[in-house]
Structures are given as structure tokens and as C-alpha cells.
């Protein structure tokens, strides 16, 4: 049978074919569209930035990362945690030095900052703060330390050193939380007030730290505590008679501080001593993070804090770096404006997220005392809240190495042999100091 060519049949069939038709050039010109920009050109494919920090991701990166990519969804960020430990640097190192694909590091010790300043690991950022309009003075509540010229790092937090206290054990003897300059000695003394029991129902004044006896020195010297402006060793200094002095009381005499034999027996963090009702105080501000999150095993305690004390009341008394997480591009980055644009967000406000985790902004495009303010008032049962408040609001005398003189990693080693061989009754506190002077004149003269 033949079709009728102008019957109505033939005439839908010929306008369903050309709307068909039309419908597939309208696809692809939808799609072509949507593969070009603008400009007609090809979007380039997405960038991955990768990042490496020590902060568990967890604990605040994760939450940075959903942040990024509300604004940057182009950029995309793949987050590695190192262990910020020896073991833990020397990898992240190890990673730069062989060129795995590391655009971004966050450090959290000055001396592993300088030392890749040094190495060449990290890239100048003046150029990218020029280019950008950015006065680090006027934006960050912190001293941002310059070799040669150059900035190699911003720092995104603060960082007040102290001395956290069970407020708890405090208030059972009637004691007042410390004043802002009290001194070592004023800290001895508590700790021996504060040491209670026998046996396994013995709590400690202070939970033991390796660190202490380094701390009470930059409390008095700041930055270079083993040798002087020249570059002799330090220990000559009458000063260091009163550290060791008052570490041979609290471990031999008032034996008001966690023994170091039994940490090793226990394997109990000096945090964990603390959190477990073993230890009345220990030192480390960013321990709050522990007490906010105390895990199982720890006992519910409320914590007020002191600032770090000083060797005497009329002397500087040095409280910590004054800042930390300090975030850097890797100098073999190929991707370092992504690099950068994501540097210049997270330190500003990338950071805010990392505050809910007891990280502060030094940025001061925030209000950083509110932030502070709402942190520990979230917590109010584990928290001494207005002394954290005050401790925060206070103002303070920071130290920071300098990228030439940072104390040797040999020398701290050094430090920690001598004195764990006075603790241990195997060598008197003047044959310690004798040694201890002598090993630094001899790794001073072969660096």
C-alpha cells in the first residue's frame, strides 16, 4: 500500500522526526558547553593538594577539608598524618627529600622549622604575601621570624606554655590556683604539698616529663638555654645549679614527682598520669585537648592551669613559642600557588575549624577570646573556666630559636643522659654540671 505524502500521518511523522532531531543538536551543544569554558578552552582537570600535619584527622582536618571544598571545589585535598614524634619528623623528611608529592607542611617544633629552612626544604613565601597584599604584622597576633629576608612560614595557632592542676586535689588542701609569678621553687614546693598515699594509692605532685628540666632553662634564658650569645656552653651559669638542684629534691628528697622508672615499667604518658588521678600536675597547655577528651581509663577531674613559672620573680620568665602549627609550601611543591591559595585560607578562616579541638587562631580577623571563651565553656564540668580565660587574656614574654643558633639535637640528648645519671644517684650534681659543660664545648666545636 502506498503512503499518502500529504496526509496527516506523513505530516506528524516528518515533525516528530525534525523536533528529534533538533533535540540532539540541542544535547550537544548543551554538552560542548558544558565541557568549555567561556573562552571556549578546556577546563583544566582538578589539582590535589596534599597535605601533611600532625594533627590526627579527626581532630579538626577532616572538618577543614568539607570547609575547602565548599569554596574550592576545583582544589582538591588529600590529608596524611604524620606522627609528630622523632620517628615521625624524620619520615615526613625522608618523604620531602625523595620527592613524593608533598605540597604542604604544618610543623610544630622551631627547631625542625629551622633546621628545613636550612635544608632548603621549604619554599619564600614574600613573593605570594606581595603579590597579595598580605602585612603578616597587622593579621597575625604573633612575631613571624625571618632568615635572610625571607618568610618560609605562617603560623595558624597560638601557644601559651603552663602548668595544668588538678583543681580537685587543689581545693582538698585549701590551696589557691598559683599567681602568674610564681616562681620554680613555688612549684616544688606544691608539688610536695600535693603528694599524697602510699603504694599504689600514691599520687604524685607531678607527673614525669622529660621536658621539665629544659623548660625551667627557657623559662630563664628563652631560646638557646645551653649556651650564651658567643656560643659558649651555659652551664657554668649559677642558674642551672638551682634547676638541677630543685630536680634532685622533687625526684630524691620530696619524691613528689612520677618516678621515671616506673613510667618505664607503666609505659604511662605523663597525660595519662594526669587524666588518671596519678599526678596533681603536669606541664603542657595542649594537653587541655586530652582533658576535653579524656578517653576510658581517666577519672573525671576539673583542670585549672598556671602560667609556666620562672627561676626567680625578677627574672624574664619566657613562656613558650607564642605560637605553633607552622604552615609552610615544600619547596619541590608542583603545584604551589594551589599550594598557596590553600596556605593563605587555612591559616585564616581555614583555621576556625581547628578551634572546637582546642587550637586557637592567631589570626585576628577573628575574635579569638570569644572562641577561647566558648571552648571551655562547652566544658564547664572539666574546665576551671575563668582562670583558662584570664591565663589566655594575659600578656606574656615569648622565645623562639633563631635559624643559626637553634640548640643542637645532640646537645638535648646530652641534656637528658647527664641529668637521668644525677637523678639515678649515679653521678653528683657538680660532676653533672662538669660533664654536662664539657659535652657542650664539644659539640659546639663539631657541629
Given at each position: ?149 625571607s618568610v618560609y612560614y605562617i603560623p595558624a595557632s597560638r601557644s ?139 577519672k573525671p577531674i576539673t583542670a585549672t592551669v598556671a602560667p609556666t ?139
Open positions: 500500500m502506498r503512503m499518502n505524502k500529504s496526509g496527516p500521518n506523513y505530516r506528524n511523522g516528518v515533525w516528530i522526526t525534525a523536533l528529534l532531531i533538533l533535540l540532539v543538536i540541542l544535547a550537544s551543544c548543551k554538552q560542548e558547553s558544558t565541557e568549555q569554558g567561556n573562552t571556549g578552552m578546556e577546563l583544566v582537570e582538578p589539582v590535589t593538594i596534599r597535605v601533611w600535619g600532625g594533627t590526627p584527622a579527626q581532630s579538626g582536618p577532616n572538618e577543614v577539608i568539607a570547609n575547602w571544598r565548599k569554596v574550592n571545589p576545583h582544589v582538591n585535598i588529600e590529608y596524611v598524618q604524620f606522627e609528630n614524634n622523632e620517628s615521625g619528623n624524620e619520615k615526613l623528611e625522608t618523604a620531602i627529600y625523595s620527592g613524593r608529592e608533598i605540597d604542604v607542611v604544618i610543623g610544630y617544633d622551631p627547631q625542625l622549622l629551622n633546621k628545613r629552612i636550612l635544608s632548603g626544604m621549604l619554599e619564600p613565601l614574600n613573593s605570594y604575601l606581595s603579590k597579595d597584599g598580605i602585612n603578616l604584622t597587622k593579621e597575625f597576633q604573633a612575631e613571624i621570624h625571618e632568615h635572610n629576608g601559651v606554655e603552663g602548668i595544668l592542676i588538678n583543681k580537685d586535689m587543689l581545693d582538698a588542701l585549701g590551696e589557691s590556683v598559683p599567681s602568674a609569678d610564681w616562681t620554680w621553687k613555688d612549684f616544688v614546693d606544691l608539688a610536695e604539698r600535693l603528694t599524697t598515699g602510699e603504694g599504689e594509692n600514691k599520687v604524685y605532685g607531678v607527673a614525669s616529663n622529660g621536658e621539665l628540666t629544659k623548660m625551667m632553662a627557657h623559662s630563664y634564658f628563652g631560646a638557646n638555654c645551653c649556651y650564651n650569645d658567643k656560643g659558649e656552653s651555659n652551664f657554668g651559669h649559677p642558674i642551672w645549679t638551682e634547676i638541677l638542684r630543685l630536680q634532685s629534691r622533687m625526684h630524691n628528697e620530696d619524691r613528689s614527682i612520677y618516678p621515671i622508672e616506673e613510667q618505664l615499667h607503666t609505659r604511662m604518658s605523663p597525660d595519662q598520669q594526669f587524666l588518671s588521678g596519678k599526678a596533681a600536675m603536669v606541664w603542657g597547655v595542649y594537653l587541655i585537648r586530652s582533658v576535653q577528651n579524656p578517653g576510658l581509663n581517666a613559672p620562672r627561676m626567680s620573680q625578677d627574672s624574664p620568665g619566657y613562656n613558650g613559642f607564642g605560637s605553633m602549627d607552622y604552615v609552610s609550601i615544600n619547596a619541590k611543591s608542583k603545584h604551589k600557588q594551589e599550594a598557596w591559595e590553600f596556605l593563605k585560607w587555612y591559616v585564616r578562616e581555614g583555621f576556625g575549624a581547628m578551634s572546637d579541638h582546642g587550637r586557637f587562631p592567631l589570626w585576628n580577623g577573628v575574635n579569638a577570646d570569644k572562641i577561647i571563651e566558648n571552648y571551655f565553656s562547652k566544658a564547664s564540668d572539666r574546665f576551671d573556666t575563668a582562670t583558662f580565660q584570664q591565663f589566655y587574656s594575659r600578656k606574656y614574654q615569648f622565645y623562639f630559636p633563631d635559624v643559626q643558633q637553634s640548640v643542637r639535637k645532640d646537645m638535648k640528648d646530652i641534656l637528658s643522659e647527664e641529668v637521668k645519671k644525677m637523678l639515678f644517684a649515679e653521678q653528683s650534681l657538680e660532676d653533672t654540671l662538669s660533664v654536662l659543660k664539657k659535652r657542650a664545648s664539644e659539640a659546639a666545636s663539631n657541629p
